[in-house]
């Protein structure tokens, strides 16, 4: 493994670098990302996601992509769809090792039967109910099921005739004979089979009995070989009953190591609270900009890189904690101040006439593209006698402080002239609906001769210039730090999540190639694909710096 000075090794590279030294696994490391397609995948999956597949990648080893799909009463082929896409566009490649667990479907049964056999499962008759009463506590030990002294025999010919189909969801299932009274309520006797007539998405009608989770899982990273199966700290409770599994039936035992997941403020992260969006109409997709899904972070302008540099950053422990999400925000932002186009584009517009600017001239002033980036060169922006400013930039009675335009007041317009405002028009309600300015012919460029200064550089955009897009402000989802504080997720949404405004841009900005830019002083946008049907559409990816800091601290204490 190559090692900068600046790496700090996190605690999973650690036992890998231990594992190699001692020769545990011959120098293999293979991993895997096991997603479950009952939904798209989140930023908490992309954390795992980098983690299995970056581990692989410094080690020389390989990592699987698995569908983990034993309940098909929630999976779905579009799930599959989407989850794949996600993976490679993060960036990584599993090569040939695309897998499904109801592959083993029948590796799985064949195990549960030698089970059986060796007296070590039973059929139980058990109700669900029942078998939940029965459990006991973490202080009361279990009641035995009335079943568990049924012969192999006549376990196995029910077992098989579950797996023929001849019972009704419910009426059995197959459990592991381990302790009722074990410490780890995981080891009291856990169901290893249920039976469910619903066709998989994969396998049909094939199968009316499947796997539970904790009896799958363990079973598909050995029949894989995966060398080191890392997985979320709420398995650790889980690793005892796998390592049972495992043992009994002496197959081969992946080495499972748990960390902390990622938890982000401002955001719900699991698939079944996504999902309830979705379904609800909340927001307009799984894909939605707003969703912290991959696909929405995808359509929102985030790129692969600033997911993985992301996940980088905030490390691996192995105790929860919540991230903030300005820190995944920061990560964009700060490749985009590197990267994207400047431009200038007026949300909320207000028109200026400049009358002592010659009636139907027209000039091409030079812009700079990227002030990061001088090889990004310039661009001509035009510039004639109206244009428009941004409402909020000028103030009919401002205050002292207030250093952008008012009356009598001289600002400096981005890459242009200095302009004083003479007149003030308004409608009939006294709203400002245009005003009158003059300018200095002599600070072309943004500069006075005089060295005389001015506080204030705003934006414009020429009238008879400018292209009309539909501009959306996307802002958080939610308002609430931790919007589960309470229970219920859906009172803490952000009634201003999506801002639509009537904008003018920048001439350039009429055929963009899907990129993100810089709309000075405002954030970044792009246009989006989706939405620009009837007329181009641009979103907000991310604004300049973050203006929820204030917000966050009141909110801390
Ligand atoms: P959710 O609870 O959000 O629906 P899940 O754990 O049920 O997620 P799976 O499809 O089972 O989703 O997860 C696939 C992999 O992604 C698992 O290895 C899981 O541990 C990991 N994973 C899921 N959520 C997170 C998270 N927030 N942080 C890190 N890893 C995660
Ligand atoms: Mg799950």
Known sequence: MSESNTEIKNFIQKIIDDDNDSGKWDGRVHTRFPPEPNGYLHIGHAKSICLNFGIAERNNGECNLRF????????????????????????????????????????????????????????????????????????EAGKESPFRSRSSEESLDLFERMKSGEFEDGSKTLRAKIDMSHPNLNMRDPVIYRILHSDHHRTGDRWCIYPMYDWAHGLEDSIERITHSICTLEFEDHRPLYDWYLDRLDAYHPQQIEFARLNLNFTVMSKRKLKQLVDEGVVDGWDDPRMPTISGLRRRGYTPSSIRNFAEQVGVTKRDSVIDVVRLENSLREE?????????GVLDPLKVVITNYPDGKKESLDAVNNP??????????????????????????????????????????????????????????????????????????????????????????????????????YDRLFNKADPEEG?????????????????????????????TYQFERLGYFKKDEKLSKNGDVFIRVVSLRDSWARFIKQNRT
């Open 336 to 344: 985009l101040n590197k990267n994207a186009h400047r431009v200038m």
């Open 68 to 139: 983990d799909d034993t309940n098909p009463l929630k999976e779905e082929d579009e799930y599959v769809r989407s989850i794949i896409e996600d993976v490679k566009w993060l960036g990584f490649d599993w090569e040939d090792r695309l897998y499904f667990a109801s592959d083993y479907f029948d590796q799985m049964y064949e195990h549960a039967v030698t089970l059986i056999n060796e007296g070590r499962a039973f059929v139980c008759d058990q109700t669900s109910e029942e078998i939940k009463n029965c459990r006991g506590t973490l202080t």
């Open 487 to 515: 229970g219920d997720f859906l009172s803490a949404l952000n009634p201003d999540s999506c801002m639509v405004k009537a904008a003018k841009l920048e001439p350039c900005l009429s055929e963009p190639g899907g990129e």
């Open 372 to 473: 990061e980036d001088p090889g990004a060169g310039t661009r001509d922006v035009p510039f004639s006698k109206e244009i428009y400013i941004e409402r909020n930039d000028f103030m009919e009675d401002p205050p002292r402080k207030f250093f952008r335009l008012g009356p009598g007041r001289e600002v400096r317009l981005r890459y242009a002239y200095f302009i004083t405002c003479t007149d003030v028009i308004k409608d009939g309600d006294g709203n400002v609906t245009e005003i009158r300015c003059t300018y200095d012919p002599e600070t072309r460029g943004g500069n006075a001769p005089d060295g005389r200064k001015v506080r204030g550089t705003i934006h414009w955009v020429s009238v008879s210039d400018a292209v009309d897009a539909e501009v959306r402000i």
